[in-house]
């Protein structure tokens, strides 16, 4: 399996553009999530998906965000309009098992955002 | 805040050496795992130790959980070059997988 796929890698844009991320997770897997890494906050959890349903969305930061998972083989997050304080590494990750306490979750390498 | 406390926030060490890194975290935990992040990658999974457990060992790495003192160590013996990364503990609270702030680990040869 070629594990968890994002796209794209690097994405610059001017404040005021809508970006959209894509994440592609393993087969089977059934659980989905989305992560925002920085410097000032580390690893935060945005939203995860279990089969194609977002469960928990807390940690989205403001209506300009939004993800969706159409189908058990692609997710997307949109960030609309971006501004430069959206700047960070966005991590797509996927698992197999429900209990977080026990699961591995198997990331992707990241989509690098630029917000200029 | 749940999330853990990595202690030191870096460390240089040889090739050779032993590193050590520090996890603290601050309600009770069912299991801890640890992560390693490659410059410019993603996480991976290292390994799980739960919380009736004391310690853990997976190859050259070594684990210790001190539930009594919130706190967890990863132990990583020979150190590599390839052992270069960011080192992360996570713990779940409220259904989510809460990530401490990382140990920075160079390894010069």
């Known amino acids: 399996d070629a594990g968890v796929i994002q796209s794209p890698r690097h994405e610059v844009t001017e404040m005021g553009q809508e970006v959209t991320l894509r994440c592609k997770p393993i087969s089977g897997h059934d659980y989905l999530f989305w992560y925002r890494q920085t410097m000032m906050r580390g690893l935060e959890l945005l939203i995860y998906?279990?089969?194609?349903?977002?469960?928990?969305d807390s940690g989205m930061p403001e209506d300009r965000f939004s993800a969706k998972m159409p189908n058990a083989s692609f997710s997307t997050l949109k960030i609309q309009p971006s501004e430069p304080r959206d700047s960070a590494v966005y991590f797509c990750a996927s698992s197999l098992l429900a209990d977080l306490n026990t699961d591995t979750q198997y990331f992707g390498p990241g989509t690098r955002l630029t917000v200029l | 805040s749940q999330q853990g406390e990595e202690d030191p926030q870096a460390l240089s060490i040889q090739e050779g050496e032993n590193a050590t890194m520090n996890c603290s975290y601050k309600?009770?935990?069912?299991?801890l795992q640890w992560y390693r992040q490659n410059s410019g990658r993603g996480l991976v999974h290292l390994i799980l130790?739960?919380?009736?457990?004391r310690e853990k060992h997976s190859g050259r790495l070594r684990v210790t959980l001190d539930t009594s003192k919130k706190s967890s160590s990863l132990l990583i013996t020979a150190s590599r070059a390839a052992d270069t990364a960011s080192y992360f503990c996570?713990?779940?609270?409220?259904?989510?997988?809460?990530f401490g702030t990382g140990t920075r680990l160079q390894v010069f040869p």
């Open positions: 130790i739960r919380s009736n457990e």
């Open positions: 309600t009770s935990i069912n299991n």
């Open positions: 996570a713990t779940v609270h409220t259904d989510k997988l809460i």
């Open positions: 998906f279990n089969n194609n349903v977002p469960i928990d």
